[in-house]
C-alpha cells in the first residue's frame, strides 16, 4: 500500500509524459488524475495507520548504491512524520490535480503539464520517505527540477523562463549547503544511513575538526550546512528570491509546489534530521533568527504589494519564517502541525486566487479588481475562509498552529526566541491587514476593473470550485481535528521516535502567562480593523500614509533591495567573469591552442604525410632502404648498447 | 617420412593447384565466354578449399621434411583468407561483367594467389617461405595490372612489381645471412639454435631486421608502405579489395609465425622493431587519410593504420597479442570486405565514382547504403558495441599486458584521429546537401555481401566468445 501511493503518481506521470500527445488531453488528464486521488485515500488511511495506530516500518526495496564503504538502500521510511508529509503532499496534490484540469483547459499542452505535476508529486513522496540523506536529495533535487519546469512551463513568456532559472540558480546555492552537509555527515560517520547517523551523533557531539586551522565543532558545522539547503528550498531570507518570481507558473503551481509542499521541504528536513539538530544548539539558535526575521521582513513586503498572487506568495514566506523558528526553539511538533495547516489554508488562497485571475482574464493586479463579490460569491467566500485561517482567527486551523509556535518561542525563555516572538506577533499584525487588504481590494468596495471585464468576469467552473471545497474543509478543521495528537496531550504517543525532542517545550508552552496566548488574536482583529478602514472606511487613506512615510515604503515596495543587490553583487560580475573566460580564456587560448591549434597541426602532418607520396617509384624505394637502414642501424647499436 | 602423410597435410592446395589449372585449361579453349563460369567455379574451388582445411588433420602435422606445417594457427588462417578472399570474388563478379574485364584469368590468378598465400601460413622454412611468397606476389602483380588498357591500372601492377622485387630482394638478403650465420634455414632448427644460444651473431640480427622489413613491405607497414595509396587506387576496386584482405592476413600470419617461432627467443632483439613499424604505421594511416579525397586511397591510409594496430598484438609478442592479431584479423575482413562493397555501389550514370565529396547526401538518396557504410566506418573507428571496437580492445589489451604503455597511448590517441575521417564520411552522408543519387541496383551480390558483412559487424558481440576461444587456441600453438 505504501508502494502504491508513493508510485503510482509516477506510473500516472510517466504514462501522460510519454503518451500524453499521442493519448489526447482527456486521458491525459485521466490517467494522471485518478492515480492522485487513489494515492491521496491511501495516504490519509496510512496517517491513520502510522500515525494513530503506530505501525511505522521501513521497506527496503533495493540496493542502489554499494561502493566501496558507501552503501545505500532505495527504502521507503513511514513512520508518523512522513505520513503526515505524504498525507499532506498527497491530499493536497490531488486537489491541485483535479482544479488544473479546469484551470488549464484553454492550454495547448495539457498532457505535459499533468505530467510534470505528477512527476513533481512523486519527486516529493521520495524526499519524504527517504531513510537515507541521498535518497533524500534525490528527492530534493527531483522537485527542484520539476519547480524550474513548471516555473518556466509557458516558455514562450521570457519573464517566466527568467523566473525559472533565477528559482534554479538560488535554489542550487542552497544545494551547493545541503550536499557539503550530505559530504560531511558521511566524513563524520561513515554511512549515509538516517539510523545509523542519529544513533552515533550524541558521540560525536562535542568533537571538533580543523579546518583552515579553525577547529569547528563537527556536528555544528553539519546543521549550519544542511540548513542552508532547507533556506534555499524554503525561501528563508537571503535565498528568499526565487519565490515571488516563481509566481510566472501557473497557479496550480504555485499552490502546490510554491506554498504547499516544496519549499516547505526544508522545515521537513530538519525536523527529520532533529537528533542531529538537537546536538547544535548554536545552529538552531540560527534557525530561530532566520526564521523570525523572515516572518517579519516577508509580511513587510506583501503589504506593498498590488499583485495578487505576489501577496500571498510574500505571506507563504512570512508563514514559513514561523515554522522555521519553532523548529528553531524545538518545538518541532508546532512546526510540522503549522506546515500541514498552511498547506490546506495556502493552497485554498492560492487556487482561489487562480480562481479569480481565471475569471478576470489573467488580470491579477488587485488595483484593477473590487466589487468582485457580486460575482463570484463561493470563491470571494472561500477565499475568506482561507484568510481567517491565515490570521489565526480563533477556532480557523492557522489559529491553533500559529498560537502553539508563538507560545513555544516566548517559552524558550532565550535572548533569541523573545526576538522571534516579537517579530512573530508583528508579523501576525501585518499578516492579518494585507489578508483583508486583499479580500477588500478584490471582493469589496466599488470595482476598478474596466466595464468589459468586469462584466465578463464569472465564476469558475465545479471541477474548480470542488478542490476548492476540500482544502476549505481543511483549512476550517484540520486544526481543530489534529491539535490533540500533533501538540496535546497524545504528543508522545503521536509522534514517538520520528521526533526527537530532549526537552518538551510544547508542554511549557502550555503554561505560559494569559495575555501571551489572546496577544496574536488581539493583533489579528488590529490588523483586520485597521484594513477595513483604510480601503473600505477611507479609501484615501493609504494613499496620504504612503506619501508620509514615501522613504520607507519604497524601501519595502521594491522588497528591500535584495533582488538590486544580488544583481550588483553577483549577477553582473558573474556575467562580466563569464564573457571574459568565453571571449578569451575560452575562445582564444583553450579553443586557439587546443581543437583549432591540434586541428591544424593535425592537418599540416597530414598534408606533409601525404606530399611525401610522390608518386615515383624511386622515391619510394628509397623510403624503403632509408627505413631497413634506420632501423638496422638502430638495431644494432641498441644490440650492442 | 611416409610420402602418405606428406601429402594428406597438403590436400587442400594439392585440390587448388590442380583445380586452378583444370579451370586454366577449360578457360583458355572456351575463350572469354567462359569468365562467368570460371568465376563462379572459382569461388566454389575456394569454398571447398576451406572444407578441406577444416577437414585436415588435427593437432600439429608437419610435412615435406619439415618444409610445410599445419596447426591451428594455419587452419585459423588460412579459413579466414580464403573468406575474404572468396568474398572479394563474388564482389568482382558483377564489377568486371560491366565494366568489360572479362579475362578469365582474373579468377584463376585469384586461386594461385590464394594457393600462394596458404603456403605461406603453413610454411615451416624459409625457403618454402618464399615460395609461397613469390606465387602469391606474382599472381598479385598481374592481378593489379589487370585493366591493361588502362594507364593507372597498368601504373599500379608496374609500381607493385619493382617494389615488391626489392622486397624480395630485401627479404632474400636476410634470409640468405639468416643461413650463413645460423647454418639451417628450417624454423625447428633456427627455433632450437636460439633456445640454447641466448646471445645470437649479430649477422643473425641484421638478417633478422631484414626478414622483418620484406615482411612489413606485404603488411604495408611504414615506412615500407609507399606502394600501397598508389596500387590501391590504380588497381580496379575488386582489386583493391581483394588486395586489402587475403594478402594482408597471409603476411600477417606468416609475420607473427616467423617472429614467434624460430626467433621466438630473441623477441627482445625484434620487440623494438615491430614497436616502431607499428607506433609509425598507426600515425601515418591516421594522419595521412586526413586530406584524401578519393575514398580507395583513403582506404589504403586506413588499412595501413589497421595493420598498425595489428602489429600491437605482435609487439607485445604474448599469446594474448596473437589472440588479439587473429580476431582483429576476422573483424578486419568483414569490415572491409562490407566497406568495399559499398564503394563498389558507388556508381553514377554507369561510371565508378571515387570521389568521398560525392558521397554528400547519401542518407536521403539511398538510406540503405548510408545506413550500411556508417556502420562499416562507426565500426573502423572502434565505436562500441561493433565488432571494430573489439578488434581494437584485444590488440591493446595484450599491448598493456607487455607493459607496451606508450604504444597503447599512441594508439589511443591515433584512433582518435582517426576516428575523424571515418566519422567524416557519415557526416558527409546524414548531413550534408544531397548530391546526385547512385544508379539503383548496384547487383545482387554486392547487396547480399553488404547486408551479411553489416550484421557480422553490428552483431559481432554475439559470435565474439566462439571467435575468441578459436583464435586463443589458434594463438596457444605458437608458444
Redesign the interface.
Known amino acids: 500500500m505504501i508502494e502504491l501511493a508513493v508510485f503510482l503518481p509516477l506510473a500516472g506521470g510517466l504514462i501522460a509524459g510519454i503518451f500524453g500527445v499521442r493519448m489526447g488531453d482527456r486521458a491525459a488528464q485521466l490517467v494522471t488524475v485518478i492515480p492522485m486521488l487513489i494515492a491521496a485515500i491511501l495516504s490519509s488511511y496510512l496517517l491513520w495507520h502510522v500515525g494513530i495506530q503506530g505501525n511505522e516500518r521501513t521497506i527496503e526495496l533495493f540496493t542502489w548504491i554499494d561502493s566501496g564503504t558507501l552503501e545505500l538502500s532505495w527504502a521507503l521510511r513511514v513512520d508518523t512524520l512522513t505520513a503526515v508529509m505524504m498525507f499532506v503532499v498527497n491530499v493536497v496534490s490531488s486537489m491541485v490535480h483535479v482544479y488544473s484540469v479546469g484551470y488549464m483547459s484553454h492550454d495547448p499542452h495539457k498532457p505535459r503539464f499533468m505530467a510534470y505535476l505528477s512527476l513533481f508529486t512523486f519527486f516529493m513522496l521520495a524526499l519524504v520517505t527517504a531513510d537515507n540523506f541521498v535518497q533524500m536529495f534525490f528527492g530534493w533535487e527531483g522537485v527542484g527540477l520539476m519547480s524550474y519546469l513548471l516555473i518556466g512551463f509557458w516558455s514562450g513568456r521570457p519573464s517566466a523562463n527568467a523566473a525559472a532559472i533565477k528559482a534554479f540558480v538560488v535554489n542550487r546555492v542552497g544545494d551547493f549547503g545541503f550536499m557539503l552537509g550530505i559530504f560531511g555527515v558521511f566524513f563524520a560517520f561513515g554511512t549515509l544511513d538516517f539510523d545509523t547517523v542519529f544513533a552515533a551523533v550524541p558521540e560525536v557531539a562535542g568533537r571538533t575538526f580543523s579546518f583552515l586551522s579553525m577547529e569547528l565543532d563537527i556536528v555544528t558545522t553539519l546543521c549550519f550546512l544542511l540548513f542552508i539547503g532547507a533556506m534555499g528550498k524554503s525561501a528563508q531570507i537571503g535565498l528568499h528570491t526565487w519565490l515571488p518570481d516563481a509566481m510566472e507558473g501557473p497557479t496550480p503551481v504555485s499552490a502546490l509546489i510554491h506554498a504547499a509542499t516544496m519549499v516547505t521541504a526544508g522545515v521537513f528536513m530538519v525536523v527529520r534530521l532533529s537528533p542531529m539538530f538537537e546536538f547544535a544548539p548554536i545552529a538552531l539558535t540560527f534557525i530561530v533568527f532566520i526564521g523570525g526575521s523572515t516572518a517579519f521582513f516577508a509580511a513587510t513586503i506583501g503589504l506593498t504589494q498590488f499583485d495578487i498572487k505576489r501577496v500571498i506568495a510574500y505571506s507563504t514566506c512570512s508563514q514559513l519564517g514561523y515554522m522555521f523558528f519553532a523548529v528553531g526553539v524545538g518545538a518541532y511538533p508546532a512546526a510540522i502541525f503549522h506546515l500541514m495547516t498552511h498547506a490546506f489554508f495556502k493552497a485554498l488562497l492560492f487556487l482561489g486566487a487562480g480562481s479569480v485571475i481565471h475569471g478576470m482574464d489573467d488580470e491579477q493586479d488587485m488595483r484593477k479588481m473590487g466589487g468582485l463579490f457580486s460575482k463570484m460569491k463561493v470563491t470571494a467566500s472561500l477565499m475568506w475562509i482561507g484568510s481567517l485561517a491565515l490570521a489565526g482567527v480563533p477556532f480557523f486551523a492557522g489559529f491553533w498552529s500559529k498560537d502553539v509556535i508563538l507560545e513555544s518561542a516566548f517559552a524558550a525563555h532565550t535572548g533569541m526566541g523573545l526576538y522571534a516572538f516579537w517579530a512573530g506577533i508583528a508579523a501576525a499584525l501585518m499578516t492579518a491587514f494585507y489578508s483583508w487588504r486583499l479580500l477588500f481590494l478584490t471582493f469589496h468596495g466599488r470595482t476598478r476593473a474596466d466595464d468589459h471585464t468586469f462584466d465578463h468576469a464569472h465564476e469558475s467552473p465545479p471541477v474548480m470550485i470542488l478542490p476548492l471545497v476540500v482544502l476549505a474543509l481543511g483549512a476550517i478543521f484540520s486544526g481543530w481535528l489534529a491539535a490533540d495528537y500533533f501538540v496535546g496531550h497524545h504528543l508522545d504517543e503521536f509522534w514517538r521516535s520520528s521526533i526527537l525532542m530532549t526537552h518538551n517545550i510544547i508542554e511549557e508552552a502550555h503554561h505560559v502567562p494569559k495575555w501571551v496566548k489572546f496577544l496574536p488574536i488581539v493583533v489579528g482583529a488590529v490588523g483586520i480593523v485597521l484594513a477595513w478602514v483604510m480601503y473600505i472606511a477611507k479609501p484615501g487613506w493609504p494613499a496620504k500614509f504612503v506619501a508620509m512615510v514615501r522613504p520607507i515604503h519604497s524601501f519595502v515596495f521594491n522588497k528591500w533591495f535584495f533582488d538590486e543587490l544580488y544583481d550588483r553583487i553577483f549577477v553582473r560580475p558573474s556575467f562580466v567573469l563569464g564573457r571574459g573566460l568565453w571571449k578569451s580564456g575560452d575562445g582564444a587560448v583553450i579553443d586557439g591552442v587546443g581543437p583549432d591549434g591540434i586541428a591544424a597541426a593535425a592537418k599540416d602532418i597530414a598534408g606533409r604525410a601525404s606530399r611525401m607520396q610522390s608518386g615515383f617509384v624511386y622515391h619510394y624505394a628509397f623510403a624503403m632502404l632509408i627505413g631497413l637502414v634506420l632501423l638496422a642501424s638502430w638495431f644494432l647499436f641498441g644490440f650492442f648498447g | 617420412m611416409n610420402i602418405a602423410v606428406d601429402i594428406s597435410a597438403i590436400w587442400p592446395e594439392l585440390f587448388m593447384a590442380v583445380a586452378a589449372m583444370v579451370m586454366l585449361m577449360y578457360g583458355a579453349f572456351r575463350g572469354e565466354g567462359a569468365t562467368r563460369f570460371v568465376t563462379w567455379a572459382g569461388v566454389l574451388v575456394l569454398v571447398v578449399a576451406a572444407l578441406l582445411v577444416l577437414a585436415g588433420p588435427a593437432g600439429k602435422t608437419t610435412a615435406f621434411n619439415g618444409q610445410f606445417v599445419v596447426d591451428a594457427f594455419a587452419v585459423f588462417a588460412k579459413v579466414l583468407l580464403i573468406a575474404g578472399a572468396a568474398l572479394a570474388l563474388i564482389l568482382a563478379q558483377p564489377y568486371n561483367m560491366r565494366e568489360d574485364i572479362k579475362q578469365f584469368e582474373y579468377p584463376i590468378l585469384i586461386v594461385f594467389a590464394v594457393l600462394g598465400m596458404m603456403m605461406m601460413v603453413s610454411a615451416n622454412d624459409l625457403l618454402s617461405l618464399y615460395v609461397g611468397l613469390e606465387l602469391q606476389s606474382l599472381a598479385l602483380y598481374v592481378v593489379a595490372a589487370i585493366r591493361r588498357d588502362n594507364l593507372r591500372s597498368s601504373e599500379a601492377g608496374?609500381?607493385y612489381f619493382?617494389?615488391g622485387a626489392?622486397?624480395s630482394g630485401?627479404l632474400l638478403y636476410g634470409m640468405s645471412l639468416i643461413y650463413g650465420f645460423a647454418g639451417t634455414t628450417s624454423f625447428d632448427g633456427l627455433a632450437a639454435a636460439f633456445a640454447t644460444d641466448s646471445d645470437a651473431p649479430?649477422g643473425v640480427?641484421?638478417g633478422l631486421?631484414?626478414i622483418?622489413?620484406g615482411l612489413a613491405?606485404k603488411v604495408s607497414a611504414?615506412?615500407?608502405h609507399?606502394?600501397t595509396?598508389?596500387v590501391y587506387e590504380g588497381a580496379p576496386t575488386p582489386v583493391t579489395a581483394f588486395f586489402a584482405v587475403a594478402p594482408k592476413i597471409a603476411a600477417m600470419a606468416l609475420f607473427v609465425r616467423v617472429m614467434l617461432e624460430p626467433f621466438g627467443d630473441l623477441v627482445a632483439?625484434w620487440q623494438?622493431?615491430i614497436w616502431?613499424?607499428s607506433l609509425a604505421s598507426m600515425i601515418?594511416g591516421s594522419?595521412?587519410?586526413?586530406?584524401?579525397t578519393n575514398i580507395k586511397r583513403l582506404m589504403a591510409y586506413s588499412s595501413i593504420g589497421h595493420m598498425g594496430f595489428v602489429l600491437v598484438g605482435l609487439a607485445a609478442g604474448n599469446e594474448t597479442g596473437v589472440q588479439g592479431i587473429l580476431l582483429y584479423l576476422t573483424i578486419y575482413v568483414f569490415m572491409n570486405i562490407g566497406t568495399f562493397a559499398c564503394i563498389l555501389a558507388m556508381r553514377r550514370q554507369g561510371r565508378m565514382v571515387e570521389d568521398i565529396d560525392q558521397l554528400a547526401g547519401l542518407s536521403k538518396t539511398n538510406p540503405y547504403l548510408a545506413a550500411a557504410l556508417a556502420v562499416f566506418m562507426f565500426s573502423m573507428a572502434g565505436i562500441p558495441p561493433l565488432a571494430g571496437f573489439f578488434a581494437k580492445f584485444y590488440v591493446f589489451l595484450a599491448a598493456i599486458e607487455a607493459g607496451l604503455y606508450v604504444l597503447t597511448v599512441v594508439g589511443l590517441l591515433t584512433s582518435v584521429?582517426g576516428a575523424?575521417y571515418y566519422l567524416r564520411i557519415v557526416k558527409l552522408m546524414y548531413f550534408d546537401e544531397p548530391a546526385e543519387a547512385f544508379d539503383r541496383a548496384p547487383g545482387r551480390e554486392i547487396t547480399v555481401i553488404v547486408t551479411v558483412t553489416g550484421l557480422i559487424t553490428m552483431f559481432f558481440f554475439i559470435g565474439l566468445a566462439p571467435v575468441l576461444d578459436g583464435a586463443e587456441a589458434a594463438a596457444a600453438v605458437l608458444f
Not at chain 2, 594522419?287 to 584524401?292: G, R, S, T, Y
Request: proline share 6%.
Open positions: 608496374l609500381k619493382v617494389l626489392l622486397s630485401i649479430v640480427i641484421v631486421v631484414f622483418a622489413a613491405f611504414v615506412p615500407f609507399m606502394w595509396p598508389d632483439e623494438q622493431v616502431f613499424i601515418l594522419f595521412a587519410a586526413i586530406v584524401q584521429v575523424y
